[in-house]
């Protein structure tokens, strides 16, 4: 089945559910069984039936199917929001003595987390440049138990050669953890590129309404056991209610994720000539320096994007902002509404420096018309001018 038949198709069973096209919300915290022999066989390794709440419920399994078959992977857990799916996944593989190989374009609260919860625990957090591709073997120590990474980073759009990185750590028995919520799994097919445990913020293009907090892990077969039993352990979950919406998006990823790269791309060329412009950071662009990995590794490119202006000073880049009507100032992304968002790099660095001395811009590009918001974006630019 090609990619656009599977959405439709996977994560849902009729006949099991009234005839009902979609999976219903259930809602449920205690699970009864027929009988006291029953409840004394249930499986403990079996995630996918009916044992108690926190186990999920047909809902919840509905997405993670759906999921994990579209991304190319062996099964999938749902959990309350994209950072704890970082969270469990990384503590699926670390422990007190352990070395951990991380990106340093990976989003902020992960450097957070490893910063401040991993390294009081014991565990030794290594940061490595983005574009170390195959050389990351020089870093691979004997007690280095993963490598994360995120390709593109999602402030700053490095491409990451994860083939490369995943022949060295595959060689060493080291699992490849990345955070792929930029490539979705319609865009990337992770597995393919030799990731082992994917990681997705959901409340992001998943769930695509900016509405539902959702992270979903999606592993290879060799660690979905250690993985799922973590994130029972730390009694992390999901619940019908979101998984429903989560699912009730993700029908119409591509098609949305189609429309606002094509969107995304206009904006991102407009901006580009601007000569207040001084470089835009998107892989999707052909000038772009991880174009080629780009072209090679994803189907298409997600709606999100930088770019970085000549030095300005503060109130200028405030009149730019604040003159936009149509991007709304937040984090997040992934919706079908434009977002602006001016994030600091330059403390969110420790193994390589940031070149650029003027502001980085992040846009979210929503499905609005581009045309409408390439004017926007000139009038905040002309009023950016006017200041000083
Ligand atoms: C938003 C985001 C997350 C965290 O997701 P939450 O659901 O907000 O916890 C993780 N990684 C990236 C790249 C993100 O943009």
Same mark, same amino acid.
């Given at each position: 089945m090609k990619k656009d038949t599977l959405l439709g198709r996977s994560g849902r069973d009729p006949q099991q559910n009234a005839g009902a096209i979609n999976t219903p919300v259930y809602r449920a915290s205690t699970i009864v069984f027929p009988d006291i022999e029953t409840y004394a066989s249930r499986p403990s390794n079996d995630y996918k039936i009916p044992r108690y709440g926190i186990h999920g419920n047909p809902t919840t399994w509905?997405?993670?199917?759906? #999921?994990?078959k579209m991304e190319g992977g062996y099964n999938a857990v749902a959990v309350c929001s994209g950072l704890a799916a970082i969270s469990a996944a990384l503590c699926a593989f670390v422990t007190a003595g352990d070395h951990l190989l991380i990106t340093d374009s990976v989003y902020g609260p992960t450097r957070t987390f490893c910063d401040k919860r991993l390294a009081t625990f014991g565990v030794e957090i290594q940061y490595f440049d983005p574009q170390i591709g195959g050389a990351i073997s020089k870093l691979i120590k004997s007690n280095t138990k993963a490598i994360f990474c995120e390709s593109p980073g999602s402030l700053t759009f490095e491409m990451q050669d994860i083939t490369a990185i995943a022949h060295e750590a595959h060689a060493r028995n080291i699992p490849v953890l990345a955070d792929?919520?930029?490539?979705?799994?319609?865009?990337? $097919?992770?597995?393919?590129?030799?990731?082992?445990?994917?990681?997705?913020?959901?409340?992001?293009?998943?769930?695509?309404?900016?509405d539902v907090m959702l992270g979903v892990i999606v592993t290879n077969e060799k660690y979905w056991l250690p993985l799922r039993q973590t994130v029972a352990d730390?009694?992390?979950?999901?619940?019908?209610?979101?998984?429903?919406?989560?699912? $009730?998006g993700f029908r119409t990823i591509g098609v949305r994720m189609k429309q606002q790269m094509h969107n995304a791309l206009q904006v991102a060329q407009w901006l580009q000539q601007h000569r207040l412009v001084k470089r835009v950071l998107y892989p999707a662009l052909e000038s772009d320096p991880g174009h080629q990995l780009w072209k090679r590794d994803f189907q298409g490119a997600a709606s999100?994007?930088?770019? #970085?202006?000549?030095? #300005?000073?503060?109130?200028?880049?405030?009149?730019? #902002?604040? +003159?936009?009507?149509?991007?709304?100032?937040?984090?997040?992304?992934?919706?079908?509404?434009?977002?602006? +968002?001016?994030?600091q790099i330059s403390g969110l660095r420790t193994a390589t420096t940031w070149p650029n001395d003027g502001p980085v811009i992040r846009l979210h590009i929503g499905l609005e018309d581009p045309e409408d918001l390439i004017a926007d974006l000139e009038r905040g630019l002309a009023q950016l001018n006017k200041s000083n």
């Open positions: 509905a997405l993670e199917e759906a #999921v994990s792929t919520t930029w490539g979705t799994p319609y865009f990337f $097919r992770s597995f393919d590129a030799g990731v082992d445990v994917s990681i997705h913020a959901g409340t992001k293009y998943i769930v695509g309404h900016s730390y009694g992390y979950c999901s619940n019908g209610d979101d998984c429903y919406l989560a699912l $009730r999100l994007f930088s770019f #970085v202006l000549h030095p #300005v000073s503060k109130p200028q880049l405030a009149a730019f #902002v604040n +003159t936009l009507e149509l991007f709304g100032i937040g984090s997040s992304w992934g919706g079908y509404e434009s977002l602006i +968002t001016v994030p």
